[in-house]
Nanobody, 122 residues
Framework: QVQLVESGGGLVQAGGSLRLSCAASGRTFDNYAMGWFRQAPGKERDFVAAINWNGLITYSDDSVKGRFTISRDNAKNAVSLQMNSLKPEDTAVYYC???????????????WGQGTQVTVSS
């Protein structure tokens, strides 16, 4: 079975850092786009960043781009999200995803992890 498992979430102070990792199993995702989304309580699941099979990266906005870095390691079938200068507004459950096309929309992905909680205190 195909499985994506996130790790690395936790509780940090504003200004702190976390590195999220997503390990995939069951198939290779070398030719897939991989992305990160986040969902705060009562809100929609929003795009954060994505990296396609050839390394092309897209971030949701300049604020994310300046603080977060997405990367992938195809040898490990994994994708990571380094998050620096975290803000309380970043608090959410973070999900990794894989899809046949790079997209900022959830329907662009057909494999999802279960999510990892990121909480940033002020």
């Amino acid at each position: 079975q195909v499985q994506l498992v996130e790790s690395g979430g936790g509780l940090v102070q504003a200004g702190g850092s976390l590195r999220l990792s997503c390990a995939a199993s069951g198939r290779t995702f070398d030719n897939y786009a991989m992305g990160w989304f986040r969902q705060a309580p009562g809100k929609e699941r929003d795009f954060v960043a994505a990296i396609n099979w050839n390394g092309l990266i897209t971030y949701s906005d300049d604020s994310v781009k300046g603080r977060f870095t997405i990367s992938r390691d195809n040898a490990k079938n994994a994708v990571s999200l380094q998050m620096n200068s975290l803000k309380p507004e970043d608090t959410a459950v973070y999900y990794c995803a894989a899809g046949a096309r790079s997209s900022s929309y959830t329907d662009g992905y057909n494999y999802w992890g279960q999510g990892t909680q990121v909480t940033v205190s002020s």
